[in-house]
T-cell receptor
Framework: KNQVEQSPQSLIILEGKNCTLQ??????????LRWYKQDTGRGPVSLTIMTFSENTKSNGRYTATLDADTKQSSLHITASQLSDSASYICVVSAQGFGNEKLTFGTGTRLTIIP | NAGVTQTPKFRILKIGQSMTLQCTQD?????MYWYRQDPGMGLKLIYYSVGAGITDKGEVPNGYNVSRSTTEDFPLRLELAAPSQTSVYFC??????????FGQGTRLTVV
């Protein structure tokens, strides 16, 4: 069964600090992995999309890494800001399918405190 | 640039009532989706559509119906609301692969 597991479930850090969120997946065959940011009461917004051949991708202060061999990804946030407080969702797509076969993780709830 | 627009944002229904959640997108995407998000769970696909006139079931379709008469609109219908349908509903659109764009969600409570 395709699964995406994220850790930690929740994280609290001080403004200005860095943090790393983890994602492990069992989706096979793998096509691509996405990270979404979901603010409270809003829909998810895409941060990065990585295919099998990409092992790192950045979007401003967000850097995602992918190890397709170990089926792990991480999202690193640098110099956190209060606006980074949100849930971060890891989503994996299976090869041979479109977006109708996405597998969503349950998310990491990140809180930035001043 | 509106993107994906959902209405209403909030709704309380009594058991057995019916309602339609509206979704419209202005990006000319062929694919549209309805998800539900329950506390502590990942998003689950209810229904999707690959183009006008074509719909298909997702992972959790029971208790819901959809239609796709135009490229822009993809309404979700609840016929006999049940407490198990209390959730946050998200509509999304995309091309067949690549980035999916989500609406802001509809928070539905069935009492």
């Amino acid at each position: 069964k395709n699964q995406v597991e994220q850790s930690p479930q929740s994280l609290i850090i001080l403004e200005g600090k860095n943090c790393t969120l983890q994602c492990n997946y069992t989706v096979s065959p793998f096509s691509n992995l996405r990270w979404y940011k979901q603010d409270t009461g809003r829909g998810p917004v895409s941060l990065t999309i990585m295919t099998f051949s990409e092992n790192t991708k950045s979007n401003g202060r967000y850097t995602a890494t992918l190890d397709a061999d170990t089926k792990q990804s991480s999202l690193h946030i640098t110099a956190s800001q209060l606006s980074d407080s949100a849930s971060y969702i890891c989503v994996v797509s299976a090869q041979g399918f479109g977006n109708e076969k996405l597998t969503f993780g349950t998310g990491t709830r990140l809180t930035i405190i001043p | 640039n509106a993107g994906v627009t959902q209405t209403p944002k909030f709704r309380i229904l009594k058991i057995g009532q019916s309602m339609t959640l509206q979704c419209t997108q202005d990006m000319n995407h062929n694919y549209m989706y309805w998800y539900r998000q329950d506390p502590g769970m990942g998003l689950k696909l209810i229904y999707y559509s690959v183009g006008a006139g074509i719909t298909d079931k997702g992972e959790v379709p029971n208790g819901y119906n959809v239609s796709r008469s135009t490229t822009e609109d993809f309404p979700l219908r609840l016929e006999l609301a049940a407490p198990s349908q209390t959730s946050v509903y998200f509509c999304a659109s995309s091309q067949p692969v690549g980035e999916a764009f989500f609406g802001q969600g509809t928070r539905l409570t069935v009492v």
